[in-house]
Structures are given as structure tokens and as C-alpha cells.
């Protein structure tokens, strides 16, 4: 009998998968005419209803398996682009936007620490600054750079590892610097920060089981705070060999990591914050797509995602900086969410946050979540993926399963955030 209801979730969850993938194609098909980005015209509770995610799309190196709308660092252009942002931010200010929540995404944010310090400090003289997360990587930690970090008020800093792994490194091609590297520069951060958090990728061609189990070992032997698992996705850059290999990316291994980490990280006392992301008590995850229902997203190939409206910036550098000189948004493309396709947009971010609050969805679309996704939801009920608590939450079985059924969608959100597709 429990055989048969664990196929039942299987074959469920890989139906739901299907689904997801099939819906998140529909959300790249963009119109290149859109309408301007409007922050409601009636009073809402909250003049920061929506966040603010800032790309910043500059490298030291580039790696080939990286999806992201990446460059390498041209300080000169990239001082320019810093002064762009700000001139987009202001866009946004003048149109009735507010934002206290902000997210610098990259690229590697901090690439170009003044330029860095001095947005911030623009951000603070026009806008009520709460919470900022940063993602970086490793090779710029340092005493100084977490000195300034700090002192900017970085609630969340977000360090990218994908391995400790030094031969998986090199297959990579990722030249940030060695495994031993990460964990000092880990450590170094560790308690300096609200949340110190470390970005792991799987399921690379050459990745096998035990080489990823011995990084969840050595992230647990470290004792901090946070981990965020990517399942690798196809990078679109296919110049060279190796871009050419993570280009195609086999996804029937998935589940097998997904397994270790699930099994490693309850075991290590780590619990989910989202499919992806695992913390040990309640920390600062860096979904501002599930903190947030809407948010703006500034720099060249960032997302916004207001009210059902997807806005796709530009991607190209040369012509971010032209339209901003011109005094125009860099919006590229758009796509307006069917009222179908909001609700279950909206059901499947909440879910991939492990639950979904009655009351908020009520708020949000004025009416009940069982009427408006009954199928959905009794879908997902009957096969065991979610269970009636006070809220609608993600079952074991539903996050054991959940890299499969909220993969689709939920990859092209998270990543969507700067990435190319
Ligand atoms: C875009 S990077 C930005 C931060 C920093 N530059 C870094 O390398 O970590 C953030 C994270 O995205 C993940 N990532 C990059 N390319 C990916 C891909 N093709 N598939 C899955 N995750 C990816 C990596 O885990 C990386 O740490
Ligand atoms: S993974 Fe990070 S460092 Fe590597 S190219 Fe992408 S954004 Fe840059």
C-alpha cells in the first residue's frame, strides 16, 4: 500500500513537472511593446510593497557553466553602469515606487567596492533602507571588504562555492579560487552578518554522488548559517568546449542529489527555507520572489515582476547605457500573465517557499485559494504533496519530490533574475 501511494506522489510530482515546464515556457514568450511600470494608483497598506533587485552584471573571470547576464569587469564601463542605475532607480522613484528590501545580484556585486558603497549610500539619501542581501564570491572576502560590507549595513551575504572540490573546480573552469580558499574566506565571514550564506551547484556532467556528499560534510563541519543547492541549468553561452558541455545538462540525475541533500541536511539540523535553500534557524532566504509578490528589477537583464506583468531588461550593456542616456527605461520586453497563469505563478513561488498563506492569497486575489486553484490544489492534495495546516504547506514527501514538480516555473523566476535563456 505505501508502495503504491509513493508511486502515486512519483508519478504526480512528475506529471506536475510536466506542467510546470510546459508553463514556464509560455512565460518567455515576450512582446517587445510593453506598457509602463506602475506602482498602483490606490492606497496600499504599504508604500514598499514591492522589492528592489539591482544586477550587477561585472566578473573577474567568467565561468563557463554560469547562466547569468555576466561580463567580464571593464572598470571604465562598468563605472558608467553604475551611474546608470542610479538614474533607473530614480526612473522608479519619480513613478511612485518605494522600496525598503534589496537585493544585488550578479555578476559579482561587488566587483567595484567604492561604486558599490556609494549606490548604497544613494539608496539611503532617497529611499527607507531596511534590509539589504549581496551575493559575491569568495575570492573578494577579505578582513577590509567585510569591514565595508558591514559598515553598508549587508544583512545577508551570499558567497558562491559550487564545490570544495578542487579537480570538480577545474572541470568547471571556475578560476575564483581553491576549495581550502572557500572555507577560510567562509569562516572569515561567519557571525558578521545576519545571515552568512554559501552557494552550492549540482549535477555537473563529471559531479558524482560522493564527491557532492563530501561537500555537504565539509559546509556542515563549518557550522554555518545557510546553503542554497542550484541544480545546474543550461548555460547559454556555447563558445568555447566547455560551455558547449554545460549547455546540455542531464535531469534525471537531479533527484539523486537532491536525495543527499534532503537526507544530509535534516540530519544536520538545517531545514528548508525553500526547495532549494536550507538554514538552521529562521533566516534571511534570498527570495525576494516569495517575501515579495512583486518586485522591480534594475541593470542590464534583470526581471520585474509587478502585479501579473513580467519586464525584461535589456541585456546588452551598450544598449542599457543608451537608453538611460536617452532618458528612457531599458525594458527590452514584457509579457502579461493570463489571470490563470498569475494564480498559479503565485502558487507555485509560495510553494517552492514550502507553503502558502490562505489569508495573503485572499488579500492578493480577493478571493478563496481552493476556488480559484481547486484542481491545482486538490491535484497536489490527493497525491500527497501538500497537507491543511493553518497554512497550505509543501509534505516531506512534496519537497522530496519538489525539484521535479516546481522545477519549471520556479528555475525561470529565481533564475530569470539576470539570467539569459
Ligand atoms: C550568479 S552567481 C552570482 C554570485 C557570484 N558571482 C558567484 O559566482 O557565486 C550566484 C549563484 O548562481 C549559481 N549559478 C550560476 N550559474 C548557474 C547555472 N548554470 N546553474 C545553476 N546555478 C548556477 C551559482 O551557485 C552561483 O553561486
Ligand atoms: S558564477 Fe558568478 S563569478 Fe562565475 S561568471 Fe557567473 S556570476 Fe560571474
Redesign the pocket.
Known sequence: MAMTNDKLTTTAARFAGYITRREGRKFLQLSDKFPEPMAPQEKTERDDWASLYIHIPF?R???PF?C?N?YLLDEVKARRYFANLKKEVEFYIQRGFRFSDFYFG???PTVLMDELLEFINFLKKNLNVKRISMET?HREINPEAIAALKKAGINRLSI?VQSFDNDLLKAMG?L?GSGEEAKEKLKMAQGQFDTVNADFTFNFPTQTITQFGKDIAAFKELGLDQATFYPLTPSPHKKSKLERQFSKVDNSREKDFYDVILRELYEGGYKASTAWCFSRSDRLIDEYIIDYDDYVGVGAGSVGFLNGDFFVNTFSLEKYDELISSGKLPIMSWRRLSEREHLRYYMLTKLFGMSLDPQKFRQRFGDDANRKLWWELMFFRISGLVKDNVQIEVTPEGYAHNVCYAEGILRRSKHFKGAVY
Open positions: 566578473c573571470t567568467l565561468c554560469c547569468f555576466r550578479g555578476g559579482t564570491t558562491g571556475r575564483v
